[in-house]
């Protein structure tokens, strides 16, 4: 072999050790970057809810108080999902559904507040959604509810709505009807991560006192800035306040595009 194949050969074989032993350093490199990376927040799914006049014209039933919108939100990568808790007559049964009347459901409309669970022809629990992604769906318990969502794993965020106020604070029936809300929540607490909230001043007082471990507080801190529409406006437009949430390093996370966050999330969090 000639002095200048030889030292073709000597320099090859430097560079590839050379390049073998900078591999980890570059991939210790690598790591140190990803690690740097803010942590993911937990990702709560929601349903969207059209603003402006006459809303329930446009309503669409996309809250996930039911199974097949459990399922869906988890499918598209939520960890936890929000639920809107109702009364109905006297504070009979806790019921998982988000609009003041029946609108949306098949039947005659009246409010979730004036009906029987079971009893009577237009009971709640014979109807179904008549329209949207989940029709034919029906409405369910809030231990039912509660059921479905810990054999999927998931964290349960529920929303006492301010329609329950008149019944939770009737002395003749705020005994029995705060027993419907709170006793499932108690019976499933030690074996399934359940948060509480109400938008109601008073109801929100009440939690605190009866479930003052499980309250909301600034967990699923609201990330879109889009006004939810039907249809639904293009998810683009939040991009900007996602991000300012993102770089306040919260814990978790409420959404209405849960598929399209999720997605978003992808390389700006570890």
């Known amino acids: 072999m000639t002095k200048k194949a030889a030292l073709a050969v000597s320099m090859a074989v430097l560079t590839a050790i050379g ?31 059209p603003t402006g006049a006459d809303p329930w014209t446009r309503d669409q039933v996309r809250q996930p108080n039911h199974p097949r919108g459990v399922n869906d939100q988890q499918t598209w990568g939520a960890k936890g999902v929000e639920g809107d808790v109702q009364l109905t007559k006297q504070g009979t049964k806790a019921v998982m559904w988000h609009n003041t009347s029946t609108n949306g459901l098949t039947g005659g409309r009246q409010l979730i507040t004036d009906l029987w669970w079971a009893a009577g022809t237009e009971n709640l629990q014979a109807r179904r959604i008549t329209r949207g992604p989940y029709q034919g769906e029906g409405v369910y318990t809030l231990r039912q509810w509660l059921d479905h969502v810990r054999s999927r ?13 008149a019944i939770l604070s009737d002395p003749a029936y705020a005994a029995s009807a705060w027993k419907e809300i709170s006793d499932p929540i108690k019976e499933r607490q030690g074996s399934q991560q359940i948060l509480v ?43 900007r306040q996602w991000q300012a949430v993102l770089d306040a390093a919260p814990k978790s996370v409420m959404t209405n595009y849960t598929k399209e966050y999720k997605a978003w999330l992808a390389g700006k969090c570890a």
């Open 153 to 165: 794993g998931l964290v349960a965020l529920l929303e006492i709505k301010p329609e329950t106020r």
């Open 19 to 49: 390049s073998a032993n900078a591999s980890p350093a570059a991939a210790s490199s690598a790591g140190a970057g990803a690690a740097r990376l803010p942590a993911c927040p937990l990702l709560f799914g929601h349903g969207g809810y």
């Open 197 to 239: 909230y109400s938008q109601d001043a008073w109801i929100q007082g009440e939690l605190a006192a009866r479930h003052p471990g499980l309250l909301k507080g600034s967990a699923a801190r609201w990330t879109d800035s889009v006004a939810w529409n039907e249809p639904p406006p293009a998810w683009t437009g939040n991009t």
